[in-house]
């Protein structure tokens, strides 16, 4: 039954019986169905056999005859616990490679929008951590601080639908450069709209240069409408972008960039994310070598 229906999350056996002992019998279970926890329950003290199976790994729990129906539940639950222990330690597993490889596809990506522009991939990653931080003073979970850092590090991935040489412009981009630029979050969203991995990837991807006042892009949305983590990123895009050298600036510099989270805050701005921007600029958290 073991090796053609399995899993069985318990099997209790009696010790004495025809043909092979109690612990023999769970000794092979462990060979077909090694997560499966096994029992043994007899009215023969053994003691010494008992210890030995238990000491070796082969035997959970060892019950005694008379085996009271509390003592026995008590036993079966804690079986069943065991088992659904080892399998969530499997499932994890399983899930933190799934991880691991979503992680080297999105590197992936980012190699492929440096080759065009390398200004964007280090922007994306810088922007990242910014975000993970900031996530991280107003108290996000770490499973969401997770899936916005990775959002993060794709989140001008859109950018690849756009001509270098718009992207790269010394100058001023005139109406019609900015609205196709303007398409870049769109773009992006849609690359990962149908990939299932429990974040809301695609939606931040989209939101990013969504404003709580509803001056921003693609949809005009406003305040709650707005996911937090779309909002955080927000702030981090924007700290980014005043703090580092862009085609047709240098650096505005750390003192530019306070005063322009200041005015936006609780306007554009979610107010509390402007807040643990300005503290990581400040204490020199971030871009400790820009003035």
């Given at each position: 039954m073991v090796e053609s229906d399995q899993p069985f999350a318990v099997v209790v056996?009696?010790?004495?019986?025809?043909?092979?002992?109690?612990?023999?019998?769970?000794?092979?279970i462990k060979e077909i169905a090694p997560e499966t926890v096994r029992m043994v329950l007899t009215g023969y003290a053994d003691l010494e056999v008992a210890i030995s199976a238990v000491n070796r790994g082969d035997i959970f729990r060892f019950l005694t005859k008379p085996c009271d129906k509390d003592t026995l539940m008590s036993a079966l639950k804690a079986g069943v616990e065991q088992y659904e222990m080892v399998q969530s330690v499997h499932e994890l597993a399983v899930i933190q490679r799934l991880k691991d490889g979503l992680e080297s596809t999105l590197r992936a990506f980012?190699?492929?929008?440096?080759?065009?522009?390398p200004y964007t991939a280090g922007h994306m990653d810088r922007t990242a951590e910014i975000a993970t931080l900031i996530a991280e003073k107003v108290g996000l979970s770490s499973d969401r601080i997770e899936g916005l850092r990775l959002a993060a590090m794709v989140h001008d991935i859109g950018k690849i639908a756009i001509p270098s040489g718009i992207l790269n412009k010394p100058g001023i981009l005139n109406d019609a450069e900015f609205a196709l630029i303007k398409t870049h979050s769109l773009v992006g969203s849609e690359i990962f709209e149908l990939m299932d991995t429990g974040w809301p990837i695609a939606r931040i991807i989209l939101e990013h240069h969504e404003r709580l006042d509803g001056t921003g892009y693609p949809n005009g949305l406003c305040k709650e409408d707005i996911l937090e983590e779309s909002q955080i990123l927000a702030v981090a895009d924007v700290i980014d972008a005043i703090m580092t050298h862009r085609p047709y600036r240098l650096t505005l510099g750390r003192k530019k960039t306070i005063e322009d989270l200041e005015?936006?805050?609780?306007?554009?701005?979610?107010?509390?994310?402007?807040?643990?921007?300005?503290?990581?600029?400040?204490?020199?958290?971030?871009?400790?070598?820009?003035?």
């Amino acid at each position: 039954m073991v090796e053609s229906d399995q899993p069985f999350a318990v099997v209790v056996s009696d010790f004495k019986m025809p043909f092979m002992s109690g612990v023999e019998l769970l000794a092979k279970i462990k060979e077909i169905a090694p997560e499966t926890v096994r029992m043994v329950l007899t009215g023969y003290a053994d003691l010494e056999v008992a210890i030995s199976a238990v000491n070796r790994g082969d035997i959970f729990r060892f019950l005694t005859k008379p085996c009271d129906k509390d003592t026995l539940m008590s036993a079966l639950k804690a079986g069943v616990e065991q088992y659904e222990m080892v399998q969530s330690v499997h499932e994890l597993a399983v899930i933190q490679r799934l991880k691991d490889g979503l992680e080297s596809t999105l590197r992936a990506f980012i190699r492929l929008v440096e080759f065009r522009d390398p200004y964007t991939a280090g922007h994306m990653d810088r922007t990242a951590e910014i975000a993970t931080l900031i996530a991280e003073k107003v108290g996000l979970s770490s499973d969401r601080i997770e899936g916005l850092r990775l959002a993060a590090m794709v989140h001008d991935i859109g950018k690849i639908a756009i001509p270098s040489g718009i992207l790269n412009k010394p100058g001023i981009l005139n109406d019609a450069e900015f609205a196709l630029i303007k398409t870049h979050s769109l773009v992006g969203s849609e690359i990962f709209e149908l990939m299932d991995t429990g974040w809301p990837i695609a939606r931040i991807i989209l939101e990013h240069h969504e404003r709580l006042d509803g001056t921003g892009y693609p949809n005009g949305l406003c305040k709650e409408d707005i996911l937090e983590e779309s909002q955080i990123l927000a702030v981090a895009d924007v700290i980014d972008a005043i703090m580092t050298h862009r085609p047709y600036r240098l650096t505005l510099g750390r003192k530019k960039t306070i005063e322009d989270l200041e005015a936006q805050k609780g306007i554009s701005l979610n107010a509390e994310s402007v807040e643990a921007g300005i503290e990581l600029l400040q204490t020199e958290q971030i871009f400790k070598d820009v003035t």
